[in-house]
């Protein structure tokens, strides 16, 4: 009776486990499927659609809105199946896989929700009761609910269950927390660079916006980068830690640089952004400030994290120089 008593809420932690497993399934095919009807909306905004209006194409907002918009229903949905999966077959990568996806949620979902409530209130034209509705949504959203997994997750029960159902520890889980971490902000800043490409390839370079082919061409040399820097990450390399600092505190040292000396209505003109869409921007009031905090913002946490994970990394090889001079011994 003891033994069973014992085994009890591990048990009802298992079946915890599969029943959000079922959640991730439904929810993530949810998206997966709303993705492609999401892509619909282009219709609506092109030549002869409702909301039709001179311009709109790549490179207006509502186009990179629809965009990051679909992108953003993949990338979850395809998260959340691979999570639900794995709850729902108690494997152990689900928990650190999960840890992680929390982690960056905590890091990008300020930036995130933000954003979102910009283009609430840009594109939607809601109304003030109509916003003050929404909050409540952005702050359970972010931070509410991914500190309330964060606890639940790093719970002795749960981390019991997934090792009882895998004893030996996944590749995964034998990279640190924040360096996983780390891998997942660089990931967001690939998607974020694709969406600066729709938006007229705008690209701050140490005190000159670039902007089509030039700003363009140094995106895609950070895109082609972007792997070699993760898997490095992942790896614990000591010269990819070096990079994540050195490319991290470059391009926020340019951001700085670059708009400290330009406003946010000389950025929107930059962009070329359609008469419909400047007219709507002209109307925010926040134009003539400079836009260094949020620009800065995404390469200034990302630079944060590096320089907290350092010590992961050196430790590591320290470790494999111990183990390689053992092997010769």
């Not at 048990?11 to 959000?20: A, F, K, V």
């Not at 909306?41 to 809105?65: I, K, N, P, T």
């Not at 971490?181 to 370079?205: D, E, K, S």
């Not at 992942?234 to 470059?250: C, D, E, I, K």
Request: a positive charge.
């Amino acid at each position: 009776m003891r033994d069973s008593a014992r085994h009890h809420p591990v048990q009802r932690c298992e079946w915890l486990l599969r029943g959000m497993g079922v959640l991730c399934l439904l929810v993530g095919l949810g998206l997966l499927y709303v993705g492609p009807l999401e892509l619909y909306c282009f219709y609506l905004f092109e030549d002869g659609g409702r909301f039709h209006y001179a311009g709109f194409g790549f490179g207006s907002f509502m186009f990179a809105v629809i965009a990051a918009q679909i992108a953003g229903y993949y990338l979850a949905g395809g998260i959340l199946v691979a999570l639900g999966y794995g709850h729902l077959f108690v494997r152990r990568w689900a928990w650190a896989l999960t840890l992680t996806t929390l982690w960056v949620w905590l890091v990008v979902g300020l930036p995130i929700t933000l954003a979102g409530l910009f283009v609430f209130a840009t594109s939607k034209d809601p109304s003030i009761s109509q916003f003050i509705a929404v909050l409540p949504l952005a702050v359970i959203a972010y931070p509410a609910l991914p500190l309330l997994l964060l606890s639940i997750y790093r719970s002795t029960r749960f981390r019991t269950v997934f090792e009882a159902a895998s004893p030996e520890a996944p590749w995964i889980e034998r990279v640190p927390l924040a360096v996983r971490g780390l891998c997942g902000l660089w990931v967001f800043h690939v998607i974020g660079w694709h969406g600066t490409i729709m938006l007229n390839g705008v690209f701050p370079l140490f005190g000159a916006l670039l902007t089509g082919s030039r700003g363009i061409a140094m995106i895609a040399g950070l895109i082609a980068m972007a792997p070699v820097l993760i898997w490095g990450l992942a790896q614990l390399r000591p010269w990819a830690w070096w990079l994540s600092v050195l490319l991290s505190g470059a391009t926020a040292a340019s951001s700085l640089v670059t708009f400290q000396r330009i406003t946010f209505a000389e950025l929107i003109a930059a962009i070329e952004l359609p008469s419909a869409e400047m007219a709507m921007f002209r109307q925010l009031p926040f134009l003539h400030r400079h836009p260094t905090a949020v620009a800065i913002l995404p390469s200034l946490a990302t630079l944060i994290v590096s320089a907290m994970v350092g010590r992961s990394f050196f430790r590591h090889a320290v470790a494999r120089e111990n183990a390689t001079q053992v092997g010769v011994d």
